[in-house]
C-alpha cells in the first residue's frame, strides 16, 4: 500500500469530501482505492461526445480522487447507465445511514461496488448485501472487491425487490433514484431501521417504528441520481397542439428552478425538456410522465396539457403552495405504510399528496 501512487491523493480525497467535517467514514474513504473500482470513466468532450478516460489518460488519478460524480457504462443509445456517485453525496448518505458494526445493510445498485467495498470495510463484509439490475456490472463489481480481498454477497436482481434470503435488514440504502420506499424493502427492514434512498431530487431518510410502516424527512442536500427509464415515456406533444391553451401566471422558469424539488415529487419519475430564444433565455417548458400525460407553456403565459394526468395543474398548485422561494428540502417527508406512501410538507399530517406506485 506504501507503493501506491495514488495514496497521497486518496488520503487527501478522504479528510476532505463534504468539507471535511467529522464523519465515522473517513477512514473507509481512505482505505479503499476508488480507482480500483473505477478503473475508466466516460467524459463529454467539447461536443458532447463521450470519450472513455483510463489511468494512462492525463487527470486519470485526479479525477477519480475528486468529489465528482465518474459514469462508469453507457448504454446502447450512448446514455449513461451507471457511475461512481459523487463522494461527497456518498458519504452524507452514509451519514445518513448511521450504521454501526455488526448492522445488516443493504444496497440497491451495486454498480462498480465501490460503495460495498466502503460499507464491507467499516461493517464487515459477511453484513453487506448489495443488487443490482444488470449482471454485467455485477460480475466485474464482485471481482474488484475480490482484487480489494472483500466479499459481501453480491447479486443481479431488481433490487426493488430487496434480498429476502438475506432479511431482515438494519439499514437499507439506495444508490439510485426511487419513486417511493418500496413494499418489499419495507417488508425486509428490521423494526428500527433506517432506509435512505433518493426520491425525486432529494435523498429521503426514513426511520422504521413498526413492522411496515417507516418515516422520515429529506435530507437539505440536493441530489441528482439517474431516474430508472421506463418504456412508453415520449412526450405526446401531438395531441397537445390539439389542446386549447389555458392561461398560466407561473413563470416557466420555475419549472425548472425554484419549483424542481417539489415538482419531483409530486410527480415521481417526471421529465422536462425546455426551448430558448437565440439570446438563450427559456422560452417555453415541456413535461411528461410515463403514462403519456404531457404540458407545455411558455413566456407568454400559455398552457396546454393532455393526457390522464393534468401536469400542469401539478405545477400550478405547487406554484400556489409555495409562491415564492424553494421550499427547503428538509421540510418535506414521506411516510410508508401498508396504506400507501405518502409525501408530505412541514408535518406528517401537513399538506401531502400520495405517492403513484412505482412498476418494480
Ligand atoms: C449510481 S449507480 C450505483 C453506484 C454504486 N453504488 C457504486 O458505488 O458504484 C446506480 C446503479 O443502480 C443500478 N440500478 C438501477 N435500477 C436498479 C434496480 N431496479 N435494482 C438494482 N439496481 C439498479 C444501475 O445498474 C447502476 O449500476
Given at each position: 500500500m506504501t507503493?501506491?501512487?495514488t495514496a497521497g491523493l486518496r488520503a487527501r480525497f478522504a479528510?476532505?469530501?463534504?468539507?471535511?467535517?467529522p464523519s465515522p467514514w473517513r477512514d473507509a474513504f481512505a482505505a479503499v482505492p476508488r480507482h480500483l473500482f473505477v478503473p475508466s470513466f466516460?467524459?463529454?468532450d467539447g461536443r458532447g461526445e463521450w470519450r472513455r478516460v483510463t489511468a494512462v489518460d492525463d487527470g486519470y488519478a485526479e479525477a477519480v480522487y475528486s468529489d465528482t460524480a465518474l459514469t462508469t457504462q453507457l448504454d446502447a443509445g450512448g446514455i449513461p447507465s451507471s457511475s461512481?456517485?459523487?463522494?461527497s453525496t456518498m458519504l452524507a448518505m452514509l451519514d445518513a445511514l448511521g450504521a454501526e458494526s455488526g448492522h445488516a445493510v443493504f444496497e440497491l445498485g451495486t454498480g462498480t461496488g465501490y460503495n460495498a467495498a466502503l460499507l464491507a470495510h467499516r461493517l464487515g463484509a459477511e453484513n453487506v448485501t448489495s443488487v443490482d439490475?444488470?449482471?454485467g456490472l455485477v460480475d466485474l463489481a464482485v471481482r474488484r472487491l475480490g482484487e480489494y480481498g472483500t466479499r459481501p454477497y453480491v447479486t443481479a436482481g431488481d433490487g426493488a425487490l430487496g434480498c429476502p434470503e438475506r432479511a431482515p435488514f438494519d439499514r437499507i440504502i439506495a444508490t439510485a433514484a426511487l419513486r417511493e420506499i418500496q413494499p418489499a424493502l419495507l417488508e425486509q427492514?428490521?423494526?428500527g431501521a433506517v432506509i435512505v434512498a433518493p426520491i425525486g431530487f432529494g435523498i429521503v431518510r426514513a426511520t422504521v417504528s413498526k413492522p411496515g410502516h417507516a418515516e422520515g424527512r429529506f435530507l437539505p442536500i440536493p441530489a441528482l441520481f439517474m431516474p430508472r427509464r421506463t418504456p412508453g415515456s415520449d412526450p405526446d406533444f401531438e395531441s397537445l397542439r390539439q389542446q386549447a391553451p389555458e392561461r398560466t401566471t407561473v413563470p416557466v422558469t420555475d419549472v425548472l428552478e425554484r419549483l424542481k424539488f417539489p415538482l419531483s415529487l409530486a410527480l415521481p419519475g417526471y421529465n422536462s425538456c425546455s426551448w430558448q430564444d437565440a439570446a438563450g433565455t427559456v422560452t417555453a417548458v415541456g413535461l411528461w410522465t410515463d403514462d403519456g400525460s404531457t404540458a407545455l407553456a411558455d413566456t407568454t403565459g400559455q398552457?396546454?396539457?393532455t393526457g390522464p394526468h393534468r401536469l400542469w395543474d401539478t405545477v400550478e398548485h405547487l406554484a400556489s403552495a409555495f409562491p415564492t422561494g424553494s421550499p427547503p428540502r428538509e421540510a418535506f417527508g414521506i411516510t410508508a405504510s401498508p396504506a400507501g406512501r405518502h409525501i408530505w410538507y412541514g408535518e406528517p399530517e401537513g399538506p401531502g399528496w400520495k405517492v403513484r406506485a412505482d412498476a418494480p
Open positions: 507503493d501506491d501512487p479528510a476532505t469530501i463534504g468539507g471535511g467535517r466516460f467524459r463529454q461512481s456517485s459523487e463522494p439490475v444488470d449482471p427492514a428490521a423494526v398552457a396546454r396539457q
